[in-house]
Nanobody, 124 residues
Framework: VQLQASGGGLVQAGGSLRLSCTVS????????IGWYRQAPGKQRDLVAR?????????QDSVRGRFTTSRENAKERVYLHLQMNSLKSEDTAVYYC?????????????????WGQGTLVTVSS
């Protein structure tokens, strides 16, 4: 199972960006998938995470400005993060993370993987 993040870039404060996380690979069952971010000199924090029942948990600072949407396609799952009303404090490297189980016949193996980061820079 692999994760690929895309969509970062430079935007002015008040602008919008859309990040996408693509999950691909062998047969798997996703438990949850989400976005995290890490600003320079700070720890990696949750931005938004979608649980297996479709409920999204947002960090308080982004609630009302960021929205997740999940898209299922053949052998792919996409988690988009629409970011509106961006602020300078949203500047960070954004990472997607997913956990679940890989299925091999009657056997399963849990996984928890990270995609590569994508840089979001918000200029004030």
């Amino acid at each position: 199972v692999q994760l690929q993040a895309s969509g970062g870039g430079l935007v002015q404060a008040g602008g919008s960006l859309r990040l996408s996380c693509t999950v691909s690979g062998s047969t798997y069952v996703l438990s949850s998938i989400g976005w995290y971010r890490q600003a320079p000199g700070k720890q990696r924090d949750l931005v938004a995470r979608v649980s297996s029942n479709g409920v999204t948990d947002y960090q308080d600072s982004v609630r009302g400005r960021f929205t997740t949407s999940r898209e299922n396609a053949k052998e792919r799952v996409y988690l988009h993060l629409q970011m509106n009303s961006l602020k300078s404090e949203d500047t960070a490297v954004y990472y997607c993370n997913a956990d679940g189980e890989v299925v091999h016949g009657f056997a399963t193996r849990p996984f928890n993987i990270w995609g590569q980061g994508t840089l979001v820079t918000v200029s004030s």
